[in-house]
């Protein structure tokens, strides 16, 4: 099974504080994934990695930047938290090198409350 | 862009019964489709999937999924529900080389005995 965590599972913050998620895995897998999850919504890509160094944006960046130094890790920051941003957080990698169709597996997730 | 829509947003089923989650996709190109469930406080995992090939799909747990293009639909089903199947329920399309996937909004699915 693929190994990825998440940390810290949960965060209460305030609002202008700098938020730091950080996602590890354990299989050196190229392609990871940054969500959102909010009731209504469903899941919601915030941004994604395809290589170290390598990251592009998904629907909803604004007010998110992504990091990823070295394979395993992914790191999310929100950089002056909002209200806006509580929410749980799932980071994703790619599972396969079909190409086609391949399965993201998700790590436990990080619930995050800005007051 | 690509879009899926899952119009159930609450179902209850009785133990037993059978179950259908409905799920339509928009998306230009023949499409990646997948179905994932979220069990209270967990991930998400994989149910199924489909890319290519036949349309009836078997994933695990016993369930099942029929993708039907004329009607751009990806519908889950389970003959004989059990009461650990209640939980989230995820519809997903995705595309392109680097696998970005959107979800659906996702349907409850409760079982009652």
């Known amino acids: 099974d693929a190994g990825i965590t998440q940390s810290p599972r949960h965060k209460v913050t305030e609002t202008g504080t700098p938020v730091t998620l950080r996602c590890h895995q354990t299989?050196?897998?190229?392609?990871m994934y940054w969500y959102r999850q909010d009731p209504g919504h469903g899941l919601r890509l915030i941004h994604y990695?395809?290589?170290?160094?390598?990251?592009d944006k998904g629907e909803v960046s604004d007010g998110y930047s992504v990091s990823r130094s070295k394979t395993e890790d992914f790191l999310l920051t929100l950089e002056s938290a909002t209200s806006s941003q509580t929410s749980v957080y799932f980071c994703?990698?790619?599972?396969?090198?079909?190409?086609?169709?391949?399965?993201?597996?998700f790590g436990p997730g990080t619930r995050l409350t800005v007051l | 862009a690509q879009s899926v829509t899952q119009p159930d947003i609450h179902i209850t089923v009785s133990e037993g019964a059978s179950l259908e989650l409905r799920c339509n996709y928009s998306?230009?190109?023949?499409?990646?489709l997948f179905w994932y469930v979220q069990s209270p406080g967990q991930g998400l995992q994989l149910l199924l999937k489909?890319?290519?090939?036949?349309?009836l799909v078997q994933g695990i747990k016993g369930f099942e999924a029929e993708f039907k293009r004329s009607q751009s639909s990806f519908n889950l089903r389970k003959p004989s529900v059990h009461w650990s199947d209640a939980a989230e329920y995820f519809c997903a399309v995705g595309s392109g080389g680097y696998q970005k996937v959107t979800f659906g909004t996702g349907t409850k699915l409760q079982v009652i005995p």
């Open positions: 994703a990698i790619r599972i396969g090198t079909s190409g086609r169709a391949d399965e993201q597996f």
């Open positions: 489909y890319f290519s090939g036949d349309t």
């Open positions: 299989e050196n897998h190229r392609y």
């Open positions: 998306y230009g190109a023949t499409p990646y």
């Open positions: 990695s395809y290589g170290v160094k390598d990251t």
